[in-house]
Nanobody
C-alpha cells in the first residue's frame, strides 16, 4: 500500500522558516515524482514544487521560487519543503503526492497539475501570522 505522510505544519510567524516533511512508503519503483501542493480556504489547489526520486531533479513554481525549496533524502524516503520568510498568504493545508506517470520535466510543463499525481497523503495545516 502506497502511503504518504506529510507533517511539520503548525503556526509560523513571518520572517521565520518552516520545513515540511513527506514520508513516502509502498512505492515499488524508483521512478516516481513527488510533488508538494497547497490549498488555501476558498481557493483552488496549487502545485508548488516537485522532485524526482530517481535523479533528484526538481522544479519549483515561479510564484514561490526563492522562498520555497524542495529537497529529498532517499535514505529516509522523505521529501522536504522548506518555506523561508513565510507570509500570511502562505496559510493553507499543504499536501504531498506521488506520480508514477509524469517526470519532473513533464510536471513542470503541466504546471504541477495535481490531476497527474496518483497517490496523496493527508495534508498538514500551516498557519502564518503576521
Amino acid at each position: 500500500e502506497v502511503q504518504l505522510q506529510a507533517c511539520g505544519g503548525g503556526l509560523a510567524q513571518t520572517g521565520g522558516s518552516l520545513r515540511l516533511s513527506c514520508v513516502v512508503s509502498g512505492l515499488t519503483s524508483d521512478d516516481y515524482t513527488i510533488g508538494w501542493f497547497r490549498q488555501a480556504p476558498g481557493k483552488e489547489r496549487e502545485g508548488l514544487a516537485c522532485i524526482s526520486h530517481s535523479d533528484g531533479s526538481s522544479f519549483t513554481q515561479e510564484s514561490v521560487r526563492g522562498r520555497f525549496s524542495i529537497s529529498s533524502d532517499n535514505a529516509k524516503n522523505t521529501v522536504y519543503l522548506q518555506i523561508f520568510s513565510p507570509k500570511p498568504e502562505d496559510t493553507a493545508v499543504y499536501y504531498c503526492a506521488a506520480s508514477t506517470s509524469v517526470t519532473v520535466g513533464v510536471a513542470a510543463y503541466l504546471s504541477i497539475d495535481g490531476r497527474y499525481f496518483d497517490y496523496w497523503g493527508k495534508g498538514t495545516l500551516v498557519t502564518v501570522s503576521s
